[in-house]
């Protein structure tokens, strides 16, 4: 006679029906597996709004310069502008970090009478030290391109020394920074 083991042996219909119970058991609830997935959701909307993602840098032109609708440092207008009417300001939100920008208010440099007469034309990179405050500390005319005038320079220097900004902030504290503004010098001859 052979002896049989119980794995081999033929489960009776009680002992079927307790394992399919036990099976059932183990098994997750649906609702379960939706609140996993809800939660991984909302896990990943939460590391998404708090990490620091950079956003690449605009040119450098672009991002530098006040934001307006006509070049800068064409020849000059005849006439003077007005000073832009004060807009209310929204309460903007706290930013972690940035590089400082120019306030849309500042002056453009001017083109200088003596190098617009005599077809001067050029690009020049002026650096500025920036402080916390949002006040130029510091100018230099770092390159030029073209033609090399005293006067080109002259004009960015004396207009970009004025200029505001929003400081550069480094965790959500104002920072010195340093700033190079390209103006472009152009006839348009």
Do not use: C
């Not at 391109?145 to 902030?169: H, I, N, S, Y």
Request: no cysteine.
């Amino acid at each position: 006679m052979s002896a049989t083991h119980a794995p081999e042996m033929p489960a009776s219909p009680r002992h079927q029906a307790d394992a399919d119970l036990a099976h059932e058991r183990r098994r997750p609830s649906p609702l379960l597996w939706m609140a996993l997935i809800v939660a991984m959701f909302a896990a990943a909307l939460v590391w998404l709004r708090t990490s620091n993602t950079e956003v690449a840098p605009a040119p450098i032109g672009d991002r530098m310069l006040p934001a307006t609708g006509t070049p800068v440092a064409n020849a000059p207008a005849t006439t003077p502008r007005a000073a832009p009417a004060p807009t209310q300001q929204r309460a903007a939100p706290a930013v972690r970090n940035r590089e400082a920008r120019p306030l849309t208010s500042n002056a453009k440099p001017s083109y200088p009478p003596s190098a617009l007469r005599n077809g001067v034309q050029g690009s020049v990179v002026a650096s500025l030290k920036v402080a916390p405050s949002g006040s130029v500390t510091e100018a230099s005319i770092v390159s030029r391109t073209g033609q090399r005038d005293r006067e080109l320079d002259r004009a960015v220097l004396t207009t970009v020394r004025d200029w505001k900004f929003e400081p550069a902030m480094q965790n959500g504290r104002a920072v010195a920074s340093v700033v190079n503004v390209p103006v472009d010098f152009r006839t348009g001859r």
